[in-house]
T-cell receptor, first 113, second 113 residues
Framework: DGGITQSPKYLFRKEGQNVTLSCEQNLNHDAMYWYRQDPGQGLRLIYYSQIVNDFQKGDIAEGYSVSREKKESFPLTVTSAQKNPTAFYLC????????????FGDGTRLSIL | AQSVTQPDIHITVSEGASLELRCNYSYGATPYLFWYVQSPGQGLQLLLK??????LVQGIKGFEAEFKRSQSSFNLRKPSVHWSDAAEYFC???????????FGPGTSLSVIP
């Protein structure tokens, strides 16, 4: 079955470390997204990519970086510049046309040690 | 600017009772509207979507939603709630730029046996 795989499910980071969250999709979708979810705040867009080798900042991109070297992969790096990284991170993808719904992975929960 | 509000942070209903979750949006043109459901520690699953046409939309798991332009609302309903419906529900709106899917803050649903 096609879908989106996020790994790991749980991730712990020490102060000052960069960590990378994996997101892989086999839906043949062009567009991919990263969201951050905090309690009571819904989802906030971090970065998105409409096509390979191209990506744009979302609403809260500071302290994060991404790459899109392959269509099926869109890893997110949480850098040491992100001062409050503890959150639930969700990756999504869509066909890339207007009005196409996004499909979500099961998320990665990042915590600071 | 586009926005989505979900007035109810938390709702508790008895199993077998009917359910209505409220969603109000702010958008100038005809919006694309979605409802998603999220179980604890999981990603979001699309319940239904509205793009145009019939204002009453049927979704999965027995859910439906009604688009009311005059009230800028897209409320989610289910005639008889099951214990497995306990989850977080998100309303979302997409505007002219597909990357700008705006999610509401979510409504947490608890179901009493």
């Amino acid at each position: 079955d096609g879908g989106i795989t996020q790994s790991p499910k749980y991730l712990f980071r020490k102060e000052g470390q960069n960590v990378t969250l994996s997101c892989e999709q086999n839906l043949n979708h062009d567009a991919m997204y990263w969201y951050r979810q905090d309690p009571g705040q819904g989802l906030r867009l971090i970065y998105y990519s409409q096509i390979v080798n191209d990506f744009q900042k979302g609403d809260i991109a500071e302290g994060y970086s991404v790459s899109r070297e392959k269509k099926e992969s869109f890893p997110l790096t949480v850098t040491s510049a992100q001062k409050n990284p503890t959150a639930f991170y969700l990756c999504a993808s869509s066909r890339g046309d207007n009005n196409q719904p996004q499909h979500f992975g099961d998320g990665t929960r990042l915590s600071i040690l | 600017a586009q926005s989505v509000t979900q007035p109810d942070i938390h709702i508790t209903v008895s199993e077998g009772a009917s359910l209505e979750l409220r969603c109000n949006y702010s958008y100038g043109a005809t919006p694309y509207l979605f409802w998603y459901v999220q179980s604890p520690g999981q990603g979001l699953q699309l319940l239904l979507k509205y793009f145009s046409g019939d204002t009453l939309v049927q979704g999965i798991k027995g859910f439906e939603a009604e688009f009311k332009r005059s009230q800028s609302s897209f409320n989610l309903r289910k005639p008889s709630v099951h214990w497995s419906d306990a989850a977080e529900y998100f309303c979302a709106v997409e505007g002219t730029s597909y990357d700008k899917v705006i999610f509401g803050p979510g409504t947490s649903l608890s179901v009493i046996p």
